[in-house]
């Protein structure tokens, strides 16, 4: 029986199935296996599936269990194997042309764990390889691997600006042939975690090793099961389960040299511990031997209140998620990183300003008065100073990769920074080109504007109107040593074009911004975002 735990449940039970089925001890394990082949016919095998099957052909062989697709189940871990090895030659060569252009890389996940013990490329298959490299080497280091020939899938990558990669893009999937994805490459190691020091930690913390007789740097044991741990939320079935067994792979082959007390530092430091907390009860739910006594409830009491209502939330799938949602998403996010520290009785007294400075941050995603939050979403971008790098446009907030001919903004809320020449002036024409998201059916879309002066430009944009639409509005100038000039954003009647049938584009869909003038001068046009 698996020991009780303070935590709710995160995997659901077919999810809980495979993992039991691929890692269980004894009857445990038997009993999943066979629940799994009565549930499921093998033609129906998803990437779970597909991706433990060497774990589940083992639990049945333990069990002597043999039926009409074992041989197709064999099949299937023999080119396991083999994608494995064969994808190797790639992350050498993308580490071969980091390193002719002075780029260090990391290699992370699993990855790493195949370079600690070469058995478990046998044993389960990896999407991709993940490299990781500094942020400040990101844009260097796509141009590099474009330069080996390795192309991107799904980003045009080469029409990149420097402060895309300051924004919610974390990694670019590159390969040399195909579709299918050889290299993530990472400039933050975790999506949700913007902060370099973490990447610094782990670089200085590296271990060489060796991925098929090729010398590869890695991350420390505390550092590589803390990437695992704090990677997943509840409503990422599939990725709770990969990294559970990342884990479990983990703590089988090193687990007496894990250093728990820097493990437990790490995810503390950097606002991880929820996250820790939920992936190690998977684990230590099945295999208790595995996880030190107490340490779940330990990083679980180490999160502030509110913990169990973020986690309830979070095990919503995104796309199901309401605007209320949303917004408690965004507060619990703000509010845990008020807190550099575990949460303690003496942080009660810090609570309601903490809370107070959460609701200031998530309150784009708040769901009423719009208007005013449309104003203090340009006040916040217009107080911030951000890491703008080269005179590019910032589309940093509320918008998607660039494309050809532009950007879509795929939230309600968006922001245009530009910076500009210093100047005694206190405000700006601006100019947007911008094409509305118009499916059939609908003859008109609605949005705001606000340029920091003045009251907020309700505007309507049809099929009638000439396209690109033209918007034009004031825009006061601020800052000091670095002055630009903020514009935000409001779309009224966003679309995902998944959810009418128009496309399998699971964006939420507002305004196509063509191009930005500043007095009548072009500073962002599609010709322009080309390097």
């Avoid at 998977?282 to 409830?297: H, I, S």
């Avoid at 950007?407 to 922001?415: K, L």
């Avoid at 779309?491 to 584009?505: A, E, F, N, Y």
């Amino acid at each position: 029986m698996a020991p009780t735990s303070i935590l709710p449940a995160v995997l659901n039970p077919r999810f809980l199935m495979l993992f039991q089925a691929a890692l269980g001890e004894g009857q445990t394990a038997i009993d999943a296996y066979q629940a799994w082949r009565a549930s499921e016919p093998l033609d129906a095998a998803d990437e779970v599936v597909y991706r433990t099957m060497p774990l589940l052909v083992a639990t049945a062989d333990r069990a002597g269990i043999v039926d009409a697709d074992t041989s197709r189940m064999r099949g299937v871990v023999k080119h396991v194997w083999l994608s494995n090895a064969t994808r190797v030659r790639d992350v050498v060569e993308a580490c071969a042309a980091l390193k002719a252009v002075g780029i260090a890389a990391l290699l992370i996940k699993g990855g790493a764990l195949f370079a600690r013990d070469a058995s478990y490329m046998a044993k389960r298959m990896t999407g991709d390889y993940d490299l990781l490299v500094h942020r400040v080497d990101a844009p260097r280091a796509i141009e590099a691997l474009r330069q080996a020939s390795f192309r991107s899938h799904g980003m045009r990558v080469e029409l990149f600006s420097e402060s895309d990669f300051d924004r919610d893009i974390h990694a670019v999937a590159m390969s040399r042939a195909g579709l299918n994805r050889a290299i993530d490459l990472h400039w933050r190691a975790l999506f949700w975690l913007d902060d370099e020091s973490f990447t610094q930690e782990l670089f200085r913390t590296a271990e060489p090793a060796s991925l098929l007789t090729h010398e590869v740097l890695i991350p420390g044991l505390a550092e590589h099961l803390a990437i695992a741990a704090m990677r997943p939320e509840p409503a990422d079935q599939k990725e709770m389960v990969f990294r559970a067994i990342e884990v479990v792979h983990v703590l089988e082959s090193a687990a007496t040299k894990v250093d728990w007390d820097r493990f437990r530092a790490i995810v503390t430091r950097y606002n991880g511990s929820l996250f820790a907390a939920q992936l190690l009860d998977v684990v230590a739910r099945e295999m208790p031997k595995l996880v030190p006594e107490g340490l779940v409830e330990q990083l679980w009491r180490y999160a502030p209140p509110g913990k169990s209502a973020e986690i309830a939330v979070r095990a919503v799938p995104r796309a199901q998620r309401t605007e209320w949602q949303q917004f408690r998403i965004a507060f619990f996010t703000a509010l845990r990183a008020q807190f550099k520290v575990p949460f303690r009785r003496v942080d009660w007294l810090r609570l309601p300003t903490a809370a107070v400075a959460a609701f200031d941050a998530s309150i784009v995603h708040f769901p009423l008065f719009r208007n005013a939050i449309l104003k203090r979403v340009w006040q916040q971008a217009a107080g911030a100073t951000h890491p703008l790098r080269g005179k590019d446009v910032w589309f940093g907030q509320g918008f998607s990769i660039p494309e050809d001919e532009g950007r879509w903004t795929d939230h309600q809320f968006a922001v245009i920074e530009v910076p500009i020449e210093t100047t005694a002036q206190a405000l700006a024409a601006v100019e947007l080109a911008v094409v509305p998201f118009l499916p059939p059916g609908a003859d008109s879309f609605r949005f705001a504007a606000y340029g920091g002066t003045g009251e907020v430009s309700r505007v309507t944009a049809g099929r009638s109107d000439p396209m690109p639409f033209k918007l034009a509005l004031k825009a006061a100038i601020v800052g000091q040593d670095r002055q630009k000039i903020v514009v935000s954003l409001r779309m009224l009647d966003t679309k995902r074009p998944r959810d009418i049938g128009h496309s399998i584009d699971y964006r939420l869909l507002g305004l196509f911004v063509k191009s930005v003038s500043i007095d009548g001068v072009p500073v962002f046009t599609p010709e322009g975002a080309a390097p």
